[in-house]
């Protein structure tokens, strides 16, 4: 059964830093491109970043770019998101998701982010 | 990069057909075949529904259908049921790595 589960979510305030966790089981995590993806309450779905299966590449929209890094630990079969300077329009739900592109489609239940002061 | 833009809401009967659209620019929707439609029940986590404009991944009814013109992608649901009732969301690959999805479609079954 496959299964992603997120974590690392709280209330943080405006600047602050936090690292979210994806920890996934069920199919071969290594070999699978992964995705972080946020929903901010009553809106739709944002892409946040994308780390290629091995780690050597990872890529952001504008809007988290320079405060965002993604990361991957293959033999713990984590994924990670770091998020630093974070600032209220980040208040979202966080999910992490395998890549889509090939028909691939694992999401976790996703972890909420909530920013304010 | 901006939105794919998509209409606020569809709807139609049940058994009916509804099609939603998908506009982006030839930097996303129009450069690649790498678009994918995700449906999302409230409080629930995306559902892929279609993948590569066209392609059903396995366990999607085969009521789901894509296709592509130039910077418009759409996704067709033929014989409404009432548990297609939901958010569908299109996303498109744009290139260098980068992502972008849609804004969203609320489809209600009559």
């Known amino acids: 059964q496959v299964l992603l589960v997120e974590s690392g979510g709280a209330v943080v305030q405006p600047g602050g830093s936090l690292r979210l966790s994806c920890a996934a089981s069920?199919?071969?995590?290594?070999?699978?491109?992964m995705h972080w993806v946020r929903q901010a309450p009553g809106k739709g779905l944002e892409w946040v970043a994308f780390?290629?299966?091995?780690?050597?590449?990872?890529y952001y929209p504008d809007s988290v770019r320079g405060r965002f890094t993604v990361s991957r630990d293959n033999a713990k079969n984590t994924l990670f998101l770091q998020m630093n300077n974070l600032r209220p329009e980040d208040t979202a739900l966080y999910f992490c998701?395998?890549?889509?592109?090939?028909?691939?489609?694992?999401w976790g239940q996703g972890t909420l982010v909530t920013v304010s002061s | 990069q901006s939105a794919l833009t998509q209409p606020p809401s569809a709807s139609g009967s049940p058994g009916q057909s509804v099609t939603i659209s998908c506009t982006g620019t030839?930097?996303?929707?129009?450069?690649?075949?790498?678009v994918s439609w995700h449906q999302q029940h409230p409080d629930k986590a995306p559902k892929l529904m279609m993948y590569?404009?066209?392609k059903r991944p396995s366990g999607v009814p085969d009521r789901f259908s894509g296709s592509k013109s130039g910077n418009t992608a759409s996704l067709t649901v033929s014989g409404l049921q009432a548990e297609d009732e939901a958010e569908y969301y299109c996303?498109?690959?744009?290139?260098?790595?980068?992502?972008?999805f849609g804004t969203g479609t609320k489809v209600t079954v009559l």
């Open positions: 998701a395998s890549n889509w592109n090939y028909g691939n489609d694992y």
């Open positions: 069920g199919f071969t995590f290594s070999n699978f491109f």
């Open positions: 780390i290629r299966s091995d780690g050597t590449n990872q």
């Open positions: 030839s930097s996303d929707v129009g450069a690649y075949n790498y």
């Open positions: 590569e404009v066209s």
């Open positions: 996303s498109a690959y744009a290139g260098n790595g980068k992502y972008v």
